[in-house]
């Protein structure tokens, strides 16, 4: 049996470097099926986050097909997501550079098919019988006021574009019926955003092209519709939390109907374009992905019965789901696999993995297994979160030790995190901290009451389920109290400051692009998220005072820990003068603190030397905050009011 080192929590060494996890790891998403052909894009961080289109023959054989030149990324919401698709082997994409659409047959250069303006495009179908594609439009013309949004027509030869619909401030997920008579499509308007309520409408083509005989067949302002689908033989599919849970319906006979009634989610928070849960395999069976506690699952539902039947895979998570006769393809992950492509065999219930997200295989001895968790909160509430303990097999701590604690308050703040295999959690845990998943109320997968819990509460109760499941921990001997970190990005970092302004209970904090002044991102942030705080704090101007009380901004006073600040300085969303203004109050006080901008970032990092940075600039900013010696060199981060500059390194003895 191999010796075990004797190391102090934090001080292990371990194979999940950051290195390993910025330039060995890609990320997968936006499946698309074409005849037996299967696309998706990867996201490269060692290509400078440039995003590429992939096809996998039906034999097996995958080719990039994005150019170098190009980068496959629409930025309509800023999110985007659909931001490409295939028609017998022809694709149409939005290039990043440019927010173009283009037109490529296979192993042909790109042309570009909309006009030379400052339009942005997602979301596209092609309307076969009339050669043009039908896409989600947002116009930013005009930069002095808020940018149009419409769906569109665009003829396939370049002309310019049509106008279809307009009138609503937002518009997702123009569908197609069968013989493309009719159009359906999702409408909402400010402030709602829309996980709080949708409109789904179905118009008629006339000859000329246009729609008419437009009604609506579900949605409002107190109900979200997501994912509306039609089915091979031309009846309306669509999920809504009518019930309470995101559940599958259908329109037939002018009426609307169930499919499933269950207390589970068959849908997700529409961040970004195009992120399926169910696809029709046929016209009489539908598969399905849907949550329960946290955990994805996949089932197959019989319309003419509507039986849900399970389908056993070893996955937790499970995303851009797709379909074609006999076959499942879509994105997959698990608490010890990280996420792949895979294609199921619905007969044999066979699995091939297509693509790994990475292909250097890992250890399960320096993988931590997630516990779910339901800890209790405050107003006698339960909140959700995955624990993970210190793992490393070729480590153990000294007995009277505990591990320190990284708290993960996740973004959004209408979004979930799940149990599959993250190396970015692996990356903490292999070197001996504990870290808790936190699904806050107001976290999508567990309901629409849950979710609304965080209505005009957002920067209180998610700050308290944060606090409180770190306290959870303290209470049951799994953690060391005195050396508890909460970390966080966007909305997750405007959690992070909050809780490290506003209550007692963390030692240490990173703000990744996060939230420090709510009146500022009020007035200044884009137009998909310009009225998500009036859910999330209250309508402004009129609840001013509610902004500036929220904002950690106004009470550096309070704050009386270390902080370290990583930001994009080409951030949209959350422009860096909000870390940049707190940085400076906080350096100003005294205490000790710490700012990593990073040029050519904008919200989310995307380029491998960044993020492998921002990894071991954390990892020093605590060694040196916590006290404990690292078991590797990597850069020091300067820290303004911390005498240490150099960082600690020393080696570790075996245990006797």
């Known amino acids: 049996m191999t010796q075990k080192i004797k190391a102090c929590y934090g001080s292990w060494k371990s194979p999940i470097g950051s290195k390993f996890i910025s330039y060995e790891t890609i990320r997968m998403e936006q499946v698309f099926l074409d005849g037996q052909d299967t696309y998706w894009i990867e996201s490269r961080p060692s290509e400078g986050g440039r995003s590429v289109i992939v096809r996998r023959t039906e034999q097996g054989k995958k080719t990039d097909i994005t150019p170098a030149n190009f980068n496959i990324r629409t930025l309509v919401h800023e999110y985007g997501g659909g931001a490409y698709l295939v028609h017998k082997g022809v694709i149409y994409f939005s290039n990043f550079q440019d927010q173009c659409l283009y037109q490529q047959a296979l192993g042909r250069v790109p042309k570009a098919i909309s006009p030379q303006k400052n ?33 569109v027509s665009l003829w396939l030869d370049g002309h310019d574009n049509e106008v279809l619909v307009s009138g609503s401030d937002f518009y997702s997920s123009p569908r197609l019926s069968p013989d493309g008579s009719f159009l359906a499509w999702l409408s909402w308007n400010h402030p709602n955003m829309p996980w709080d309520g949708t409109e789904l409408w179905v118009g008629t083509f006339q000859p000329d092209g246009s729609l008419a005989e437009v009604q ?6 107190e109900e979200s519709i997501f994912q ?72 197959s539902l019989d319309i003419q019965t509507n039986e849900l039947r399970p389908i056993s895979t070893p996955y937790t998570e499970i995303a851009y789901l797709r379909a074609r006769p006999g076959h499942a393809v879509f994105v997959a992950g698990s608490p010890t696999e990280t996420t792949s492509i895979v294609q199921l065999d619905l007969a044999s219930k066979e699995i091939e993995v297509l693509q790994r997200s990475t292909k250097i295989p890992i250890d399960p001895g320096y993988i931590s297994m997630p516990e779910t968790l339901m800890f209790p909160t405050k107003n006698c509430l339960k909140a959700h979160a995955f624990y ?36 970015t959690i692996q990356y903490w845990t292999s070197r001996g901290f504990a870290v808790l998943d936190v699904n806050y109320q107001g976290s999508t997968g567990y309901g629409r009451d849950y979710r609304r819990r965080l209505t005009c509460q957002w920067g209180i109760i998610d700050v308290d389920d944060c606090a409180n499941g770190a306290l959870y921990l303290v209470e049951k001997g799994l953690v060391d109290g005195r050396r508890l970190a909460i970390r966080g990005r966007s909305a997750g970092g405007y959690t992070t400051l909050c809780a490290l302004t506003f209550v007692d209970a963390f030692q240490a904090g990173a703000s990744y692009y996060g939230i420090t002044d709510l009146e500022k991102l009020a007035r200044e942030t884009h137009k998909f998220e310009s009225r998500y705080l009036n859910n999330l704090i209250g309508p402004y101007p009129e609840r001013r005072d509610l902004y500036i009380a929220r904002s950690p901004i106004n009470f550096v006073n309070n704050l009386y820990c270390p902080v370290i600040f990583f930001q994009g300085l080409e951030d949209k969303i959350v422009p860096p003068i909000q870390a940049l203004k707190m940085f400076d109050a906080i350096k100003a006080k005294g205490l000790p603190v710490a700012y990593v901008p990073f040029k ?25 905050i916590f006290g404990f010696e690292l078991a590797e060199a990597v850069e020091p981060v300067a820290i303004e009011n911390f005498p240490k500059k150099v960082c600690v390194y020393s080696a570790t003895k075996s245990l006797d």
């Open 600 to 624: 050519e970032e904008q919200h989310g990092f995307r380029r491998s030397e960044n993020i492998q940075r921002a990894m071991e600039a954390e990892l020093y900013f605590y060694s040196m």
């Open 119 to 151: 339009l942005r495009y997602a979301d596209g179908i092609i309307d076969n019988r009339r050669a043009r594609i039908i896409s989600v439009c947002e116009d930013h013309t005009h930069s002095e006021r808020e940018a149009v949004n419409t769906l």
């Open 228 to 299: 509306p689908e039609w089915s091979p033989d031309g009846v309306l599919h669509f999920v809504s939390d009518r019930n309470g849970w995101w559940n599958i319906y259908h329109w037939l006979e002018e009426s609307v109907e169930p499919l499933v009634n269950m207390e589970a989610e068959f849908g997700r928070p529409q961040w970004a374009f195009n992120n399926y849960t169910y696809a029709f395999e046929s016209k009489e069976n539908i598969i399905c992905a849907y949550t329960q506690k946290g955990t994805w699952h996949l089932a």
């Open 388 to 423: 993970y303990p210190p793992q490393n097999k070729d480590y153990v701590a000294p007995m009277e030790e505990k591990p320190p604690l990284v708290v993960m308050s996740h973004g959004g703040p209408t979004s979930a995190t799940t149990n599959a295999l993250y190396l």
């Open 216 to 221: 609506k067949v579900a949605g409002g302002i």
